[in-house]
Structures are given as structure tokens and as C-alpha cells.
């Protein structure tokens, strides 16, 4: 089974460093979601370790995403963006204090619509490149 997990590992390795900016921000939301998930999972069977690390990748994942917010040419998108990612923070902060799935349900049903909206963005991204104005409407950039 491990040779299989490090084929796995180098495939998303690979996966992840030829990916275009938008492919990465939905990736981001894709693991943040999965992670809740699992979270919400073991809520009920009282294993908090998984729950708590579980919630440390999402808020990992946030900060990322918050960290890559291009804040000068993003505008107003990217202000708000960046003020929904820091109250899904301490909305993760007050779940993994309380142990709270319902708190977790939430963020992870606020996740899902950013998602949403950043995949109906990535699809009008080619005709925003044509005319210029992708930076102002995205308003992302991945800095590594």
C-alpha cells in the first residue's frame, strides 16, 4: 500500500504545480471542504484529534488563501474576500472550541458557494484575459 500512497503523493505533486491559478484556488476549496468534512465526521465519535487537525489544515488553507489575495489590483473583491476568509476563521476557531459540527456545516455550505462562484469566474476568465480586465475582476494571484 505505500508504494501506492507516494505514486498518489507525486501524481498530486504534479497535479498542483502545473495547475493555473483558478485550478489552484478551487483545489484550496476542494481541500478545505474535504477536511471539514472529516471533521463533521468524528464529531460524533468523540475523536476531537482528528477533528482538531482537521480544522488547523482548514484554517491553514485560509490563511493561504488570504495570504494570495492580490489586494492592489483586486479592489473591492478582493477586500471582501479577504474579510469573509478571516470571519470563516474565527467561526472555525469558536467549532473547534465548542466542538460544534453545525458551526462546521456552515462554513463548509459558505466554502461550497465560493467555490461555486470562483468556477462560474474561472469560465469567463478567457474572455476577461481578451479584454484585459482579468486582474480587476479576479483580483488572485497565487505568489509562491
Same mark, same amino acid.
Given at each position: 500500500m505505500v508504494p501506492n500512497k507516494k505514486l498518489y503523493d507525486a501524481y498530486k505533486d504534479t497535479e498542483v504545480q502545473t495547475a493555473d491559478q483558478g485550478k489552484l484556488i478551487i483545489m484550496l476549496y476542494d481541500g478545505a471542504i474535504r477536511f471539514l468534512n472529516i471533521a463533521v465526521e468524528n464529531m460524533d465519535f468523540r475523536t476531537y484529534d482528528i477533528v482538531n487537525n482537521n480544522i488547523i489544515k482548514t484554517?491553514?488553507? +485560509?490563511?493561504?488563501?488570504m495570504l494570495s489575495l492580490n489586494m492592489d489590483q483586486g479592489g473591492e473583491i478582493a477586500k471582501n474576500l479577504f474579510n469573509i476568509y478571516a470571519y470563516l476563521k474565527k467561526?472555525? +476557531?469558536e467549532a473547534n472550541i465548542k466542538k460544534d459540527a453545525e458551526i462546521l456545516k456552515e462554513i463548509i455550505k459558505h466554502l461550497t458557494n465560493l467555490k461555486s462562484a470562483w468556477e462560474e469566474a474561472i469560465k469567463k476568465a478567457p474572455l476577461e484575459r481578451t479584454t484585459g480586465t482579468q486582474k480587476q475582476v479576479v483580483g488572485f494571484s497565487i505568489q509562491g
Open positions: 484554517q491553514d488553507i +485560509l490563511t493561504e488563501l467561526r472555525l +476557531l
